[in-house]
């Protein structure tokens, strides 16, 4: 059973800065790439970023390409997003997502929410102009 958990939302004035984490267990690490997703009411849920299961390949959202950062501490089994220079526009709720990728290291569909097999419950982020 893979279990992820999302922690770090909050508000934050425009401008400013969050790192959200996804806690997960060892064997998600293992064989998972993670996947960072956000999503509003009555949209679809989008792609933010995604980093491959050994953490050496790390894909972003033109939307927030060039200030926000994912990575991983293994020895943490987490996964990080640092996200700068915030906008109203990424208000959202923020969800982690895992997609089993064995003995390889990332998919072709990381982007797509439907290609992950377990998702966190979320974290709200609220910037404000």
């Known amino acids: 059973q893979v279990q992820l958990e999302e922690s770090g939302g909050g508000l934050v004035q425009a401008g400013g800065s969050l790192s959200l984490s996804c806690a997960a267990s060892?064997?998600?690490?293992?064989?998972?790439?993670i996947g960072w997703f956000r999503q509003v009411p009555g949209k679809e849920r989008e792609f933010v970023a995604a980093?491959?299961?050994?953490?050496?390949?790390?894909f972003y959202a033109d939307s927030v390409k060039g200030r926000t950062i994912i990575f991983k501490d293994s020895a943490k089994n987490t996964v990080y997003l640092q996200m700068n220079s915030l906008k109203p526009e990424d208000t959202a709720v923020y969800y982690c997502?895992?997609?089993?990728?064995?003995?390889?290291?990332?998919?072709?569909?990381?982007?797509?929410?439907?290609?992950?097999?377990?998702w966190g419950q979320g974290t709200q982020v609220t910037v404000s102009s």
């Open positions: 060892r064997r998600t690490f293992t064989y998972y790439e």
């Open positions: 997502a895992a997609n089993w990728v064995g003995s390889g290291d990332r998919s072709s569909a990381y982007a797509t929410p439907s290609a992950y097999d377990y």
């Open positions: 980093i491959s299961r050994t953490g050496s390949n790390t």
